[in-house]
């Protein structure tokens, strides 16, 4: 009877072994699938599969909560955490049936040979969440802390300073563009004090004007347009700031100053 019991236990593990090896073979090819996905995913869906591939990779949230002021890093850190103890496999299974019901097709879909998570680009970019010791003048100003904005520019050199806000990042942006685009009018404010070239074009030639205006930030549009932004600067589809505006606000406060 002994014997039994321990060939029935040795058949049950075999059989749980190889249930988890077609898991883990489906998630990692889901998450590399997932790429190909992107335009067509809202963020909410997006955050639901981070927090299950952060618990199928590294089990239970185990890093403390973002600063208050980072707002991306605690959405992320929140679809993560609530998924409480789930087991990797589960967490899993769960990533891959999510991806199945976004594309039916994806049992039978073509896979890279690269893998690993994917860049979640609705979020502005997958920032990673950071401890200050680690962060740089960038991801300050993406969090929109103002305060340690200033603290940074005023411990520097004039030299340094005028280096950093002028120059574009590995993403093609100024420190302008990345306020104007996450809405901070202080921060604005703060940087073209400090000697940001207000008509500074990104890599497609869009001033910050242009994200200000596709974003409807229209506190950081009056920022740019006190300190007296081209308005005419065209970007390299031929449009200019008024063109992206995103509603009819925006053009009427542009129209204004044309």
């Not at 087991?87 to 097709?105: F, H, K």
């Not at 920032?127 to 802390?145: A, I, P, Q, R, W």
Request: aromatic share 6%.
């Amino acid at each position: 009877m002994a014997y039994a019991v321990d060939n029935s236990y040795e058949a049950d593990l075999e059989e749980l072994t190889a249930d988890t090896d077609e898991i883990n073979e489906k998630f990692t090819r889901a998450a590399e699938h997932l790429k190909t996905l992107l335009p067509k995913i809202d963020s909410g869906t997006l955050l639901n599969l981070y927090g299950y591939y952060k618990q199928g990779t590294e089990g239970s949230c185990n890093i403390p909560r973002p600063n208050w002021y980072n707002t991306q890093g605690k959405a992320k850190w929140d679809a993560w955490n609530k998924l409480g103890n789930m087991s990797r496999t589960d967490s899993q299974r769960l990533y891959v049936e999510m991806i199945e019901r976004l594309d039916p097709n994806f049992a039978t879909a073509k896979t890279s040979s690269k893998e690993g998570w994917v860049t979640i680009s609705t979020m502005h970019t997958d920032e990673k969440m950071l401890n200050d010791s680690e962060k740089s003048l960038t991801d300050y100003v993406k969090e929109g802390n103002s305060n340690q904005v200033r603290n940074i520019l005023e411990s520097l050199k004039l030299e340094e300073v005028t280096n950093l806000l002028n120059r574009l990042d590995e993403d093609g942006l100024g420190l302008i563009h990345w306020a104007a685009d996450r809405g901070s009018s202080e921060i604005l404010d703060t940087i073209i004090a400090f000697g940001a070239n207000v008509n500074l074009v990104d890599v497609d030639n869009q001033t910050a004007l242009h994200y200000a205006s596709s974003c409807g930030h229209v506190d950081c549009i009056k920022v740019l347009l006190h300190n007296r932004i081209n308005v005419n600067v065209k970007d390299s589809d031929g449009l200019d700031a008024k063109s992206v505006a995103s509603d009819d606000n925006v053009k009427e406060l542009l129209n204004a100053v044309a």
